[in-house]
């Protein structure tokens, strides 16, 4: 079935670090792909989203490409905050709108 | 702007105990939904919905009832209350159009004992 593999965390960083979150997904149709963050005791926010291959999202400084080759959307962000600590979520949906999220992967970071 | 509500925010019940988690949204939105949260799961769609009077089943559905007789409120009901549904329930809502974000409520902390 249709699934979202993320890598585990916590990713801990320190302030102004590369970040880099691994995301891979298994799909039998052409899916729309996103991130969701979760801040602490909140639900959770779409970040970004690309609709089809090749397409980049961007928000907040941070970036991922729909990359159909490898069935990835990894998240990336240049230089993170301290204000970034929280989990990040991938998921996909295929011409509905049930997603389908990985297991989310915790972001700590630190001064 | 309220967007998706959800009460309460925590709740403690007693095995065997019935109760129901309200949701609702003043977007307008067709489709709604509701998840559960564990620790190292993610997020497990419950039931969902693509309008008023239209309810259908997602990935672990037992244990819990959903109606939509209006199209900004989506209770879940859960009907005899078991530890397994010890978990943080999030009601979601959306247009339908598959590429539409999803807007999520803050969560439901339910415990049972």
């Known amino acids: 079935g249709d699934s979202v593999t993320q890598m585990e965390g916590p990713v801990t960083l320190s302030e102004e670090a590369f970040l880099t979150i691994n995301c891979t997904y298994t799909a039998t149709g052409y899916p729309s792909l996103f991130w969701y963050v979760q801040y602490p005791g909140e639900g959770l926010q779409l970040l970004l989203k690309a609709t089809k291959a090749d397409d980049k999202g961007s928000n907040k400084g941070f970036e991922a490409t729909y990359r159909k080759e490898t069935t990835s959307f990894h998240l990336e962000k240049g230089s993170v905050q301290v204000s970034d600590s929280a989990v990040y979520f991938c998921a996909l949906t295929i011409n509905t709108d049930k997603l389908i999220f990985g297991t989310g992967t915790r972001l700590q970071v630190f001064p | 702007n309220a967007g998706v509500t959800q009460t309460p925010k925590f709740q403690v019940l007693k095995t065997g105990q019935s109760m129901t988690l309200q949701c609702a949204q003043d977007m307008n939105h067709e489709y709604m939904s509701w998840y559960r949260q564990d620790p190292g799961m993610g997020l497990r769609l419950i039931h969902y919905?693509?309008?008023?009077?239209?309810?259908d089943q997602g990935e672990v559905p037992n244990g819990y009832n959903v109606s939509r007789s209006t199209t900004e409120d989506f209770p879940l009901r859960l009907l005899s209350a078991a530890p397994s549904q010890t978990s943080v329930y999030f009601c979601a809502s959306s247009r339908t159009d598959g590429n539409q974000p999803q807007h999520f409520g803050d969560g439901t902390r339910l415990s049972i004992l």
């Open positions: 919905s693509v309008g008023a009077g239209i309810t």
